[in-house]
DNA sequence: TGTACATCAGTGAACGCGCGTTCACTGATGTAC
DNA sequence: TGTACATCAGTGAACGCGCGTTCACTGATGTAC
């Protein structure tokens, strides 16, 4: 248990960082359950009052944590994406598998991100942040139909597209359903035999190869 | 807020189902949040203290809570099953029906029987209801294949048959995942223009015709 | 049919816990002149 | 360059809350004889 340093010895200096850095690692750690403003204030080595200038509320502070997580996850997608531009059943589940990892080496951060009732709903950098993995996802997951890329800004009118609105519900629910039951364990029983890293090495491919003959073809 | 009704005055008669009956209610008006032992004792009409002689603990009384939502969706499933056999398609658009409603109508429950970090992961009762779902589900989903039906006993062994494994992990998953993103408020976008239920009803119906030629032509 | 007794379910008061919130305070920083 | 002052971040003690747990108790039920 690391404390981030203070310039002075009353003043911390940057306190509201060292807050979001305490609550991730208490997230990592601990779980949702161990997500207390005490414990981060603890954590960060500043009296439990004082997150108070900084976040008005517990649901603040998991929502700019939430964030931070999306942040996250979009810059995994979008690195996912780089390394393999050209084919399209690669790029798909080079997506897959960049969602599978996230999950599973930030699993409460996941689950943080995904539950909209502990966090502020009008949190803006909240709000930012999943739009921008939200684009970040439809982009990929589209990009084989050839269409233009599409951004945060034009999502919106985008999405109108009845294609690729069930496009992105298909492949959205297929990535993120086998996330959810394989991080509650709901695949144990699945992947006995091979242990559960071959199980999601060879899940993700043909899941993601089925994924991507659908996309093109339908 | 009603009370199960008392036999005599001081014993209850049936204190066990009286909590769990007052434990499914708070589930449904309060979440999550408000299920403590203390509050189902209050909602049963009965000292704090009592719960004690039928649960030792809460996850005990969360964890058959979740079994009898894992009967009421297995319930689902079946009578789904029921009313569609002959078409394979519209056999897997009626079990996402099935799966989609019950979430929707309860969709605490249905976020409780997914948190097993909740519950009590060694309760039988619990294992058992889940295993049964479990059970449905695979039969439900692998039908079309003209393959025997699946029942919770010789689950663990054609499991291992890695076509039906595979069907199994994409179809669950689709549906699941479909669910969880819908509960969490993540189609809102997409169903601006139709509205919910008549974004709902034309998604199932697209990802069931899908999934049901994927699972067929494979 | 009646009595003695064991068993068990529910009571109610008490305890300790960690949480968020409040508030008067204090120490540091920066700015005006 | 120095002084006065406003501002603001962090302190620490206090409060109330609801939770689960414990424990001596009491009322009801059923069983042995």
């Known amino acids: 248990m690391t404390t981030i340093g203070r310039k002075s010895g ?6 509201k960082e060292a807050l979001l850095a305490a609550a991730e690692a208490l997230l990592a750690e601990e ?14 080595g500043v009296s439990h009052a004082a997150p108070k200038h900084h ?7 998991l929502s700019e944590v939430a964030a931070r997580s999306f942040d996250r996850l979009t810059a995994a997608l979008e690195a996912s994406r780089a390394e393999s531009a050209q084919d399209p059943e690669a790029r798909i589940i080079a997506v897959f598998r960049a969602y599978v990892s996230f999950a599973r080496r930030y699993p409460d ?63 959205w629910s297929q990535i993120h359903g086998y996330v959810q039951l394989l ?13 559960m890293d071959a ?11 089925r994924l991507s003959r659908l996309l093109q073809n339908d």
Chains 1, 2 share one sequence.
Not at 156 to 169: G, T
């Open 10 to 15: 009353y003043h911390h200096g940057d306190l």
């Open 31 to 44: 779980g949702m359950a161990g997500l207390t403003l005490r414990a981060c204030a603890r954590r960060a």
């Open 55 to 61: 976040f008005a509320d517990v649901s603040e502070l």
């Open 109 to 171: 951060h996941f689950r943080l991100m995904f539950r909209w009732d502990h966090m502020a709903p009008d949190n803006v950098v909240l709000q930012q942040a999943s739009a921008k993995t939200f684009a970040e996802m439809t982009s990929s997951l589209t990009a084989q139909r050839g269409d233009a890329e599409v951004t945060a800004e034009t999502l919106q009118q985008r999405i109108r597209d009845p294609r690729l609105n069930d496009d992105v519900v298909f492949a």
């Open 183 to 195: 991080l509650e364990g709901q695949f144990d029983g699945f992947a006995e035999a091979e242990g």
């Open 199 to 209: 199980f999601v090495d060879r899940t993700v491919k043909t899941s993601g190869r």
